[in-house]
């Protein structure tokens, strides 16, 4: 199964240490946001692991969309409930809610469904830096701090019109924006789902960006270069 080297069960609860969640961050999503890096300070656990186990435990429905709450450290133990509800909330071994999800329609179970989306879709996410955000950072002239980037997963919602698979699936990039608010930003990432070459489902994936400041070109490029040197490396 593709989660199974990111996880464990600890009785009832999911475990994910700081080294299973960078590895998935950077086998799965080619992301490399320093906040994912086992010694980092601010460590905390890709979001787009918490969305894989979730439609993992509780399917893919018709609409779908995840709120990130909480961050999660590492080897935080994870509840997520046995239940049937439209509105689940995972939460950790304090009682704090960190993913809520919201579902309605009918909703699959299908391994390769649930696989294949995971899949492409984490593909697309982890894309955001520096493909999709240089850009927009460059056209509001505004950036993140190089020295402390702060890039946080905040939601994720998307419908689909059908959930019976005949090709094979793919996420394409359909619009991207940037909202600018004093010291932070808003992204947006809106995205269609492809069953061949029919589209079958469209999401928006939000992202906030902190600590602005002034766009730097060679400040941002350096840290763009060095972030993509990693990720050939590896």
């Known amino acids: 199964?593709?989660?199974?080297?990111?996880?464990?069960?600890?009785d009832k609860s999911v475990i994910i240490s700081a080294e299973q969640a960078s590895q998935f961050a950077k086998k799965e999503c080619q992301d490399f946001n320093p906040i994912h890096d086992p010694n980092s300070k601010r460590f905390c656990v890709p979001g787009d692991l918490l969305f894989a186990l979730a439609i993992n435990e509780y399917g893919i429905s018709e609409s779908m969309r995840f709120t990130?709450?909480?961050?999660?450290?590492?080897?935080?133990?994870?509840?997520?409930?046995v239940t049937d509800a439209e509105h689940i909330v995972v939460t950790n071994d304090q009682g704090k809610s960190?993913?809520?999800?919201?579902?309605?329609?009918?909703?699959?179970?299908?391994l390769e469904l649930i696989e294949s989306l995971i899949k492409k879709y984490v593909v697309f996410s982890g894309q955001n830096f520096p493909t999709l955000l240089m850009p927009l950072m460059e056209k509001h002239q505004v950036m993140f701090n190089p020295a402390r980037p702060l890039v946080m997963y905040n939601s994720m919602n998307?419908?689909?019109?059908?959930?019976?698979?005949?090709?094979?699936?793919?996420?394409?990039?359909?619009?991207s924006k940037l909202e600018v608010e004093a010291k932070r930003a808003n992204e947006f990432l809106h995205f269609d789902i492809f069953d061949g070459d029919n589209n079958i489902g469209h999401g928006v994936?939000?992202?906030?960006?902190?600590?602005?400041?002034?766009y730097d070109h060679d400040a941002i490029t350096a840290f763009a270069d060095n972030y993509l040197a990693m990720r050939n490396a590896f």
Not at 1 to 10: N, V
Not at 158 to 175: G, I, K, M, W, Y
């Open 205 to 214: 994936k939000t992202v906030v960006v902190g600590g602005l400041k002034p």
């Open 98 to 110: 960190v993913l809520e999800i919201n579902r309605k329609g009918q909703t699959s179970h299908d």
């Open 68 to 81: 990130f709450t909480n961050m999660v450290g590492d080897n935080m133990p994870l509840n997520f409930p």
């Open 1 to 10: 199964m593709l989660l199974d080297p990111y996880y464990s069960k600890q």
């Open 158 to 175: 998307f419908e689909f019109n059908t959930l019976s698979l005949t090709n094979p699936l793919h996420v394409e990039l359909a619009e």
